[in-house]
């Protein structure tokens, strides 16, 4: 984040070590927020974009150029809730 000049955009950054949908609901109701006011930016579709989609959050897909075969997907994602972008800095045009 810092070498990206992005921290300043965000309110709060937090790094989930379990990322579900249960985690994702503790993690706004300890930021007193509501789940559209939460923005998750991962290069996982399985386990950082989904959940926080299930829920009703924002998420930015940002693809490594390795994925692991457990976290690949077999559907496409059709929300208005979710962007994907090539690089990190390609962020800024969504936050």
């Known amino acids: ?14 790094i989930m070590s379990e990322k579900d949908d249960a985690n994702y609901l503790k993690l706004i109701k300890h930021l007193d927020i ?12 399985k386990s950082d974009v989904l959940p926080v989609l299930n829920i009703g959050g ?14 690949e997907i077999e559907q496409s994602i059709d929300s208005g809730m979710f962007r994907s972008v ?5 962020i800024l045009a969504f936050v």
């Open 1 to 14: 984040m810092r070498k990206s000049n992005l921290t300043n955009y965000f309110h709060h950054v937090e």
């Open 34 to 45: 509501r789940p559209s006011e939460l923005l998750m930016v991962g290069n996982s579709l």
């Open 58 to 71: 924002y998420a930015i897909h940002v693809p490594y150029h390795i994925t692991r075969a457990h976290e």
């Open 86 to 90: 090539e690089c990190i800095k390609d």
